[in-house]
């Protein structure tokens, strides 16, 4: 009977104490940050603007409603209005922050992507939100912090 209640004892410390270091590692950046910018659309002008705040220092995005700041391994998504019948994708003036060429094709209603964990803090990314059929598209800022 003692070697039993020994036995539990330590299986409930370790159960304890696995459960305790899962904790521990999905409270931590492993997954990353969600951001969202909400998109709203007329004809084929698009404005941006982030739910939840920028994030960003008061001097950092200056009046750019589409501007956020946020760290290698967030994740970000983008949702237009549920009233759009259009695709949409992101077009980056230069290299893109985002892992896999994530947003460079067509998508319909979101694009949610991870923020590459190779940039440096500091850098920007200036890029457009461009609706199908149309040339040009609202212009975004993305300021790895």
Not at 6 to 35: C, E, H, P, Q, W
């Amino acid at each position: 009977m003692k070697l039993a209640m020994n036995y539990t004892r330590n299986y409930l410390k370790s159960l304890v104490t696995i459960i305790f270091g899962i904790a521990i590692m999905l409270s931590g950046n492993s997954f990353g940050a969600d951001k969202q910018i909400a998109l709203t659309v007329n004809e084929c002008a698009v404005s941006a603007s982030v739910n939840g705040g920028s994030g960003c220092d008061a001097d950092q995005c200056a009046s750019e409603a589409g501007c956020i700041c946020t760290k290698k391994g967030d994740f970000i998504t983008w949702k237009l209005d549920n009233e759009v019948d259009s695709d949409f994708k992101l077009k980056f003036s230069g290299d893109s922050p985002l892992k896999d060429n994530c947003g460079k094709n067509f998508k319909k209603s979101e694009h949610k992507c991870k923020v590459k964990e190779s940039l440096t803090v500091g850098q920007f990314f200036d890029y457009q939100v461009v609706m199908q059929g149309c040339d040009n598209g609202s212009d975004p800022r993305i300021i790895i912090q």
